[in-house]
């Protein structure tokens, strides 16, 4: 891959990547957060685009005063694509009015919780075993996540903007 890409708003024409990139990294469209079911292909969302293709994707939504990332991904790591992201849904949500940019990852995403916490991210709420009740609306949700830690709780973040 190119090295270099440009972070731009998803069109209609992203939508066959994002299909199928979604669907590679979680196994389906849908996301449970917070007792809520979102269709990621509605949201707003950001590519990295490498002139290319596409090598990253954020979803996000905007509601109530704050900017909800509903996923992140990136398809070349440690190359700043994840923070790009991150810094263009915080520039949307920011003049949008929101006054915090929030998501929820899972307790077995260390990997994950290290990122946005070295971004200023801090643990706003642990809602635990609140897993159970994402399962009753997903139920195709594992029970096992990384590392083989089951899947449990719902770690919330928030960045203040
Ligand atoms: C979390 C995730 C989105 C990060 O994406 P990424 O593109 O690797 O993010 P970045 O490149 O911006 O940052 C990752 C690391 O690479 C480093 N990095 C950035 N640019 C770099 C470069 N040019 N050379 C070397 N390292 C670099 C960053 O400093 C960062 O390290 P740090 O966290 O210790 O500071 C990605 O790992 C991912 O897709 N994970 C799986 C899905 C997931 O868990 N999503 C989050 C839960 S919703």
């Known amino acids: 891959m190119d090295r270099s890409y440009r972070i731009r708003q998803a069109t209609e024409a992203d939508r066959d990547w994002i299909t199928y990139a979604v669907k590679r990294w979680w196994g389906s469209t849908e996301m449970v957060s917070r007792g809520r079911l979102h269709d990621l292909l509605s949201l707003s969302s950001f590519v990295a685009d490498t002139g290319s ?3 990253g994707l954020i979803t996000y939504r905007i509601d109530g005063g704050g900017c909800e990332v509903t996923s992140l991904n990136s398809s070349f790591e440690r190359r700043g694509i994840g923070t790009a992201l991150l810094d263009s849904v915080s520039a949307v949500a920011r003049t949008s009015g929101c006054v915090r940019v929030w998501l929820v990852t899972t307790n077995d ?36 996540g990384l ?7 719902e770690v919330e973040l928030e960045r203040r903007i």
């Open 53 to 55: 293709g596409c090598a």
């Open 109 to 144: 995403n260390l990997p994950a919780l290290g990122f946005y916490q070295r971004r200023g991210f801090t643990i706003a709420a642990i809602h635990v075993n609140s897993l159970r009740e994402s399962r009753k609306i997903k139920p195709d949700i594992p029970l096992t």
């Open 147 to 153: 590392g083989g830690i089951p899947l449990r709780d």
